[in-house]
């Protein structure tokens, strides 16, 4: 295994055949993967190498938002810029780009609330809504006045709705695969909602459900190194992560989409599609619409899958680094 886990961009991955098997066995079950023994980390532990380096070189810390407890990176001087997540991810989301962007910004990334190191309450509203808030209460505990708003897939939808609501807190956006419209709802979005799935979620072992139901995001996943895919293994690992995945995952799809999609139409901010064309989470064809609903929206069609930023994650700075740059 590499000695520094936040080297090189991108690592050269496994292809073999079997092991590509394995890794997309336990990437697509992850809202569903079955209890182990996990004992508790003790106060001082990260769940990561990835982030223990981050937290001895005074990156990584616990910032305390309206009662509830965030794990946050910030790295590099220079205009804010935030990383948002997608769902069942986390800050290591954006291991790639993290160290190349703070060249020139000061990269702050978060662990939404439910996810990665940040606070797992037992009952939480999990929604777009409600993530924007806890989003735009971070940057007043942090001091940002306005900054620009990176969100993949879940961070897009929470990125869309903070500008919605706040939009003079955002300078810019970049929406990479993000959920935009209420159509084309996933299967697995719909299986969250049985009254049991928090417990199945907690309980299911790997199976064929639970590997088709996630099936499309294997372009991701071929992609993974032994050590990524660990990565994510031990973060999945944490108790009550899969239960707060289930509850995440009943809260995509808002109660007011209408209203939502209206207000797309009134975004001002300057805003750059990246979109992978092979994503059938959310197709191509919705981000063309959201440019078309956008007034000032460039688009730019990627070959990838659902998570350019970990797949292309050199193309997905080639733009956005232009992109941020005025060009």
Not at 63 to 78: A, L, S
Not at 177 to 182: A, D, E, G, T
Not at 283 to 290: E, F, K, M, T
């Amino acid at each position: 295994m590499p000695g520094n886990p936040l080297g090189g961009e991108l690592a050269p991955p496994s292809r073999s055949i079997e092991r590509r098997i394995n890794v997309k066995t336990v990437w697509l079950a992850f809202p569903w993967l079955a209890t182990g023994c996990v004992s508790t980390l003790a106060s001082s532990a990260r769940l990561t190498a990835f982030r223990e380096q981050l937290f001895e070189e005074g990156a990584l810390r616990d910032v305390h938002v309206d009662g509830r407890r965030y794990c946050v990176v910030e790295v590099g001087k220079g205009p804010p810029l935030i990383l948002l997540h997608g769902l069942g991810g986390s800050i290591y989301d954006w291991r790639h780009l993290l160290r190349p962007l703070s060249r020139s910004h000061r990269v702050i990334v978060v662990d939404l609330l439910g996810s990665g190191e940040s606070e797992i309450p037992t009952f939480e509203d999990y929604s777009i809504a409600a993530q924007a808030r806890r989003v735009k209460g971070l940057m007043d505990v942090l001091g940002v006045e306005r900054g620009c708003i990176v969100g993949n897939s879940y961070g897009g939808g929470i990125a869309l709705k903070l500008v919605q609501d706040w939009p003079e807190r955002v300078d810019r956006l970049v929406l990479i695969n993000s959920i935009c419209y209420p159509e084309h709802i996933p299967t697995y979005v719909t299986l969250a909602g049985a009254p049991c799935a928090e417990s199945i979620a907690e309980s299911l072992p790997l199976g064929k459900m639970t590997r088709w139901v996630l099936r499309n995001s294997y372009h991701t996943v071929e992609k993974l190194t032994d050590e990524e895919l660990e990565s994510y293994i031990l973060e999945l690992r944490t108790p009550g992560r899969r239960r707060a995945l289930i509850q995440i995952l009943r809260a995509v799809v808002p109660p007011d989409s209408t209203e939502f999609e209206a207000r797309i139409k009134s975004i001002q901010a300057p805003v750059l599609l990246l979109w992978g064309t092979a994503d059938e989470t959310i197709p191509v064809s919705l981000g063309r619409r959201l440019q078309k609903d956008l007034p000032h929206a460039r688009m730019v069609e990627l070959d990838a899958g659902h998570v350019p930023n970990q797949e292309c994650p050199r193309d997905v700075l080639r733009w956005m680094e232009g992109f941020l740059d005025g060009r």
